[in-house]
């Protein structure tokens, strides 16, 4: 498989949550397309790791970390001689953060931080913090927790200088067929004779994991320091992804479940009055930027008073078909 040059090319990568959905899927896909000179898996669960290296063929760039994003100390080893940080740990359940609070906040909030930190010591060059959907207009404590992470990332571009290292956020929907998905979850009980809806108008932002990957990948080429990264990606019905899954099985509705939303947002009115738009993305800039000029007004179009970007009011669509089709392809 040829090559593809990207700021990615020779560079020394550490993963964060590098056995979860994503981080296994980003780690292929650099060894596959981007020729790093090493990639560090850094997460707790070693049995994962025994998988995932056994998953891969454990290549030669390939090294292994067990450690918590708690742990201070143990970030700071991994990250020496890393160029480059991609941070996908999180504690990501909503029902499971509202029962566990504290421990919701001491990886979410206080492991970013400690994350923050490390790098910086490090001299690290670029790093991309993963956000949700649910970091916008928060409702619950996981969105909440995002929320903060978020703004500690982008204002990590404070601490560390006009010389020091970069921080930016990408921030996407629910992630096709990834653990936790509803997908997965439909398929299991489309067997049972009944498929359970929360809401019947609810709504959500849709991405495939190649999708999500290849955006991550692009904004380490874009990043000035201290952006949120949007990607434009569809919305759809969740009585379509039932349909899509589960033809002609009967729904039963159940109510929305604590701390959720019945459509999602990814930018809010008021963070649209600093975002630009390009042609795959919106990029949200910082409300204060002293670590270099932003260059965003050159290359994007800013948004029209009054605009959010929200799963209900979106302009791009999936059909039951398309849905189909791409549950086929990716999960």
């Known amino acids: 498989m040829s090559k593809t040059p990207s700021f990615l090319t020779g560079k020394s990568i550490l993963v964060t949550g590098g056995t979860g959905s ?12 981007h020729a790093p000179s090493r990639v560090v898996v850094y997460s707790r669960d070693e049995l994962k790791q025994y998988e995932f290296r056994s998953e891969c063929g454990n ?13 201070a100390g143990r970030l ?40 923050i930190n490390a790098a910086i010591d490090a001299g690290v060059e670029k790093l991309i913090a993963l ?13 909440a927790s995002k929320l903060c992470s978020d703004k500690l990332f982008v204002a990590g571009n404070h601490y560390s200088g006009s010389q020091g290292t970069k921080f930016s956020v990408v921030r996407y929907g629910n992630v096709m067929g990834s ?17 359970p809806i929360t ?8 991405i495939t994991l190649p999708q999500a990957v290849d955006f991550v990948v692009s904004s380490f080429d874009q990043m000035q320091g201290g952006e949120i990264f949007v990607p434009k990606i569809p919305s759809t019905k969740i009585l379509d992804i039932a349909e899509a899954i589960a033809p002609g099985v009967p729904i039963r509705v159940v109510g929305i479940r604590p701390g959720e939303k019945l459509h999602e947002e990814m930018v809010s009115e008021d963070d649209a009055r600093r975002t630009f738009a ?28 009054g605009f959010a970007y929200r799963s209900n009011t979106n302009d791009r669509w999936l059909s039951v078909d398309e849905i189909r089709r791409l549950v086929a392809d990716f999960t």
Not at 22 to 33: M, P, T
Not at 179 to 195: C, D, N, Q, Y
Not at 199 to 206: E, G, K, N, S
């Open 76 to 115: 700071e080893r991994a990250m020496q001689g890393i160029d480059v940080v991609v941070h996908a740990a999180a504690l990501k359940q909503v029902d499971t953060a509202e029962y566990n609070p504290f421990e919701c906040i001491a990886t979410n909030v206080l492991g970013a931080e400690n994350v």
């Open 199 to 206: 809401d019947p108008r609810m709504t959500r932002f849709w």
């Open 22 to 33: 994503f981080g296994k899927a980003f780690i292929k896909h650099i060894l596959e397309h």
């Open 131 to 143: 956000s949700t959907d649910k970091a916008s207009s928060p409702i619950n404590l996981y969105g």
């Open 278 to 305: 390009t042609p795959d993305r919106f990029v949200v800039t910082p409300v204060i930027q002293e670590w270099g000029k932003p260059t965003w007004s050159e290359v994007g179009s800013p948004l029209p008073d």
């Open 179 to 195: 653990r936790g998905s509803v997908i997965p979850l439909f398929k299991r009980l489309a067997s049972s004779g009944e498929i």
């Open 59 to 71: 290549p030669d760039p390939m090294r292994w970390f067990i450690g918590d994003v708690r742990d």
